[in-house]
């Protein structure tokens, strides 16, 4: 079967946009499994910053991974999907001219759409920061997307973090950005559907999840009634192959005990630890 093109790929990300339906992501961290997400019926799939973090780096989700790192896979991705991917471009790696390098990177890479969001990274303090930029500058960032981009298929999403702000200031921010031009919001931190309505009322653009499998936020069609297109639901699968690499390789070796769950493999494989001591050294992070 011959792979589609990057254009139509993104029009059939659009369509899926412009329906009445609410789709779950599946994880695409590689050329693999973006060929076996496409080929059991997912109709699309989305590339992790944390996941992409781990996959090249074995590093923690601390804004590690560098915009050609990510970019190359992105594009391995790409030359081989058969269906559209969403690609987690951080905060643009930088400020308002490096988002337009981000936008010129991943376009050329194949991706279908992707998020920008406006937290402030490189964290402060070397954890993962929960810490939101300026709205005027996230506007100013999301306004030169929307400038880099050539394709006017590609679908660009500004991204915040609506857990760690109360609903006036999300409403606030995502009017901000639908007021720019852009092609959809996407929150992390809604915690229920009483939090979504509250917010999405106010918003006309497609709406974009990241619920980690949130059991209140699990009915797909009341998501679709609140305008939600897409629904990040984490990435299960990439820490399904972490443990089963780990299984396969301990059993190989004779190793009867030792068994880990996939998140204290992450963990433990991951230098969390060693980061989060160099934070503490060189970042004056105090416990």
Not at 74 to 100: E, W
Request: aromatic residues 6%; contains cysteine; glycine residues 6%.
């Amino acid at each position: 079967m011959a792979t589609p093109s990057q254009h139509d790929l993104r029009k059939d990300f659009r369509t899926l946009l412009e329906s009445n339906q609410c789709y779950y992501t599946a994880s695409t961290f590689d050329p693999m499994s973006a060929r076996i997400a496409e080929d059991l019926g997912f109709e699309v799939g989305i590339l992790g910053g944390s996941v992409a973090s781990l996959q090249v780096l074995a590093a923690p989700d601390f804004a590690l991974i560098t915009l050609s790192e990510f970019t190359e896979q992105a594009t391995r991705i790409g030359r081989v999907a058969r269906l559209p991917i969403i690609a987690d471009a951080d905060h643009g790696y930088g400020n308002a001219l490096n988002v337009i390098r981000t936008i010129t990177e991943l376009e050329r890479a194949g991706v279908a759409a992707l998020t920008i969001e406006d937290t402030l990274l490189p964290p402060k303090y070397g954890r993962k920061s929960t810490d939101l930029v300026p709205v005027e500058e996230a506007v100013g960032k999301i306004e030169a997307a929307l400038e880099a981009r050539i394709d006017p298929a590609m679908a660009i999403f500004a991204r915040t973090n609506a857990g760690h702000l109360s609903t006036g200031e999300t409403i606030e921010r995502v009017k901000a950005y639908e007021a720019v031009g852009v092609d959809g919001i996407c929150m992390v931190g809604i915690r229920d559907f009483a939090h979504l309505e509250a917010i999405s009322q106010h918003v006309d653009v497609p709406l974009m999840l990241v619920t980690y499998d949130n059991p209140e936020l699990s009915d797909r069609d009341r998501l679709a009634d609140n305008g939600v297109r897409i629904v990040v639901n984490g990435h299960a699968a990439y820490f399904a192959a972490i443990k089963a690499t780990y299984d396969c390789l301990r059993e190989q070796r004779g190793i009867a005990e030792g068994k880990l769950s996939a998140s204290e493999l992450s963990t433990r494989y991951s230098t969390v630890d060693e980061n989060v001591e160099w934070a503490r050294r060189f970042m004056d992070v105090h416990e």
